[in-house]
């Protein structure tokens, strides 16, 4: 099983919709979760933290469920700038950050 | 804004080779990284530094080695390239501590003939 998991897509959503990625890591020592998106041939960059509690930012919400090692990404009323790969990235415990292989979104006109 | 420079966005060198690629952080980051990313391998570790004249292996080491002479910068040195080197290449940095992010340059797209 690979350390981190994340649904391939590709997701194809219109302008508008909401959209839900999922990821599950294998680690359960993992301490610190985030999430990252990455355009085409571009560098990954920081979306967002993943805290326990869950949190917030704006069209953004990540929840973490560390009992089922299990890390969503929901993205509310999308926008066609949303369009890039989402990288879930896990730390777990005196480790590297392990990458999970991204999934990818592109959102239609 | 955390800022990470990466000293080429393209490069091309020929088999044989020794190529350097430089990583400049101005945020007084103790760590940082080198990764490289494939299509369908997603980032790889090469190497890392906690701290300045210190490197640890990642994933992925051999054929390559690092040098951090300062605490701004963090080179990765491909002694001899070869073509199963061509790939883009990411470098990071974070602070120390639990739970820091890591920021990426602009990547290094290295080809090699």
Redesign the interface.
Known sequence: RKEVEQDPGPFNVPEGATVAFNCTYSNSASQSFFWYRQDCRKEPKLLMSVYSSGNEDGRFTAQLNRASQYISLLIRDSKLSDSATYLCVVNPYGQNFVFGPGTRLSVLP | DVKVTQSSRYLVKRTGEKVFLECVQDMDHENM?WYRQDP?L??R?IY?SYDVKMKEK?DIPEGYSVSREKKERFSLILESASTNQTS?Y?CASSPQG??????????T?LSIL
């Open positions: 990284f369908g997603g980032l570790l890392f990642g883009m990411l639990p739970g820091q992010p890591q920021h990426f340059g602009d990547g797209r």
